[in-house]
């Protein structure tokens, strides 16, 4: 992360990264809201420069503001040792839209201004799973921990808005997210990242969260997700192979689903009401990480 990504230099990512650790200890929600406001920030200057270069160019017409990224985390089987890797890819952070309303109310963005937002980067982890909440999210990887060890990571590391240099019809600025851009989505830094990632984790099996997420890498390998109302093989997960690195001929098993979000419920009714799962116990968001489960215990044992 800090040769390819944001280098903060004298060790502080390690710092930071403690920081979030202190954080998820914390139960107390009123503690947490003073804890977090207390966590670092890097100075945009420390992006590595092929994302320095993207910024740059947005801000030729536009303003980059409110960077984000969500550092990869590693979790643990709750049950049992030597479980196997489960790579989980997410595609970027997604903080608040930085309008009047949130600035200096939520959370994210109390105590700060809008220089801040200019030229700082703010860290946080993967679907939250640090805040310690009870949501469906939460539900979803406290199943899949009974069985596997899990990495959890973003596809593109860095997330920004861009202000448009224009009001919509109810005169609220307008803005874009950073994952619209296609020289962004191109850089080749992406995937240089991920293949560090897979190489050290040495995960058995990659899955994907989500339409983005799962174009967001196969795009990154001259693939891309099937429709879901049009996939009918293996109870309609999506199956994918990649080569990550092409220093070994070694493939990797790609699968993707739709997101665990309630935004995704659409594609992920196909999936559980599809008969090849009625066997598998559980009830909404429980039998969709069963589901999971027994996909990954096929394709890792066999």
Known sequence: MESSFVNCGNGRLS?????????????N???????????????????????????????????????????PIYLECSSKKNAPTVMVCAM?????????????????????????????????????LIDNNTDANAEFFSEILKHFNIYVTDIFKLFFYIEKNKKDKKGNTVFSKSNALKTYRGLPAHAE?????????????ILTLGNNAGNALLNLYD???????????????????????????????????????GAANASKSLILKNKYWENIPGQHIVKYANIVIEALNQFILH
């Open 223 to 261: 693939k891309k997700l099937n429709i879901w109302s049009e996939n009918t093989s293996f109870g309609g997960l999506q199956i994918n192979t990649i080569q990550p690195s092409i220093e070994k001929e070694e493939m990797l098993n790609v699968i993707s689903i739709p997101h665990i979000s």
């Open 15 to 27: 710092l930071i990264y403690n920081e979030l650790l202190e954080y998820s200890k914390v139960l």
């Open 193 to 205: 990242i991920l293949q560090k990632e897979i190489k050290i984790i040495s995960p058995s099996v």
């Open 92 to 128: 970027d952070a997604l903080p608040p839209v930085p309008n009047e309303e949130n600035l200096g109310k939520h959370i994210a963005y109390k105590n700060r201004n809008k220089g801040s937002l200019l030229k700082q980067v703010g860290f946080w982890a993967p679907f939250s």
């Open 29 to 71: 929600e009123i503690q947490k809201k003073e804890l977090r406001n207390t966590l670092s920030f890097a100075e945009l200057s420390a992006l590595n420069p092929n994302y320095l270069a993207i910024v740059n160019q947005v801000n030729e017409r536009h303003t980059a503001l409110s960077f984000a990224t969500d550092l």
